[in-house]
């Protein structure tokens, strides 16, 4: 047996960040587990987009905090070789007449309330921006110069390799089997696939495995695991990394697309996914339906695509809560035990600031914005976080 002074369960980017945060804010012995290895969970299968556009408003904030961090990782992280492998290339977004429309008004009008820029654009300065887009159906658009995309897998990695320089103890290969608890319900440890590990302060950070959590502690892990289909299409235009990130309002799926350099397209629908019976990050199929759905919207949208190829294409999955926001905090139910689980395919983009606040939770320290929010018991309540899009990341 040994004694920490935290542990943390999962070494996603979540896991990873909220790890070096504990080692930053002097947390003493800290010992992060995972069953496989550091981002191999539904980290390395993001599509990496930041921007600070949301119809929560609280999130808003928490991804205005962490782009800051994504702004200047290296100095963030006091080490000149990190990179987040950030590409600031904003971010665009366009409803046409419709259902999308009053949402998006009230985003964008949300985010220059917080402080955010935002510009209002009409069609030609859109196209100025994303040439090989058609803008002749938009109402409204919106773009972010303070957004683009980064490399999740490389900020997770970074984020441990700077924990671990702070002392942060990293052991790949291990299961976390079952939480420790005391006859108050206080959380004490973990029993894993190697022994028990001690220490007064857990913090799980599972992901579509946070179902755990319930079996462990009868608490109820409101979630589903959501399969997500990506696809890369190679394009006879090119995608530049100059051009924006682009949501599509207008498309049935509520697509977003990016460049994935070259000729190439990373681009996926925003809407629900397909329900796993059980959490599983494997590979699933992507069925001929599935690129030709997507394909014909993005022909709709970039005509000169329409004889695109496909490139690439993989699966990802979600970790979906009822509201699509994640739940972020300590567990009354279970004292010493904090929670980060459900981000509902948009954690990546708040990944710095949630892993500080979570770290500061754990510790008993003031948090930088209040976690309430976010707090589990809004199931019970009823104070969703839902999001004026309705059911999609976006959010
Ligand atoms: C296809 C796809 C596209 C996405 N695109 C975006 C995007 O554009 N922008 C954005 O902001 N977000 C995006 N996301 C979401 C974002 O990538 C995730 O929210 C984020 O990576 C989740 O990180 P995590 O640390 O919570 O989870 P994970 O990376 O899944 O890490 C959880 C870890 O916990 C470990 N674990 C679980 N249970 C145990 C146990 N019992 N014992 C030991 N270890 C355990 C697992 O092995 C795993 O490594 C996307 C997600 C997907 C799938």
């Known amino acids: ?29 800290v010992l992060v587990l995972d ?45 000149e070789d990190a990179s987040a492998g950030l590409v600031n290339c904003g971010y665009l977004i366009a409803a046409p007449e419709g259902p999308k429309l009053a949402a998006l008004r009230s985003a964008l009008e949300g985010q220059q309330a917080q402080g955010i820029e935002v510009q209002l654009i009409d069609r030609d300065a859109a196209r100025d921006r994303l040439p090989i887009a058609r803008f002749d159906d938009a109402a409204l658009i919106g773009y972010e110069p303070e957004a683009g995309f980064a490399d999740a897998y490389l900020v997770a990695t970074s984020f441990a390799r700077a924990a671990r320089r702070l002392g942060v103890k990293i052991r790949e290969g291990v299961e976390v089997q079952t939480l420790l608890r005391d006859e108050a319900g206080r959380a004490f440890g973990v029993e894993t696939s190697v022994g028990r590990f001690e220490a007064p302060r857990i913090i799980s950070t599972q992901n ?28 006879p235009e090119a995608y530049t990394f100059q051009m924006p990130v682009f949501k599509d309002l207008g498309s049935p799926g509520m697509l977003y697309c990016r460049s994935y350099g070259g000729k190439q397209m990373l681009v996926s629908e925003g809407t629900a996914g397909e329900v796993l019976a059980t959490p599983d990050n494997e590979q699933g199929e992507v069925s001929m339906d599935a690129i030709v759905e997507v394909g014909s919207q993005v022909a709709e949208r970039f005509p000169s695509y329409e004889t695109a190829g496909l490139a690439s294409s993989w699966t990802g999955v979600y970790d979906v809560t009822p509201d699509w926001n994640p739940v972020l905090g300590a567990l009354p139910d279970v004292p010493g035990l904090t929670v980060g689980y459900g981000f509902s395919g948009h954690g990546f983009k708040l990944s710095p600031g949630v892993g500080r606040l979570l770290a500061q939770a754990a510790l008993g320290l003031a948090t930088d914005v209040s976690l309430q929010p976010y707090a589990h018991e809004r199931f019970r309540t009823g104070s969703l976080l839902t999001g004026k899009y309705g059911v999609g990341a976006v959010s």
């Open 1 to 29: 047996m040994e004694r920490y002074d935290a542990i943390v369960i999962g070494a996603g980017v979540i896991g990873c960040s909220v790890a070096y945060h504990l080692a930053r804010f002097g947390a003493g012995r």
């Open 35 to 79: 069953r496989t290895q550091i981002g191999n969970g539904t980290t390395s299968q993001s599509s990496g987009i930041l921007r600070t556009h949301y119809s929560v408003i609280e999130n808003v904030e928490l991804a205005r905090r962490s782009w800051g961090i994504f702004k200047d990782f290296a100095g963030y992280l006091e080490d």
């Open 208 to 235: 579509i495995w946070a179902g755990d959590i319930e079996r462990w502690t009868g608490v109820p892990t409101p979630l589903k695991a959501e399969r997500h289909t990506v696809l890369a299409l190679e394009g």
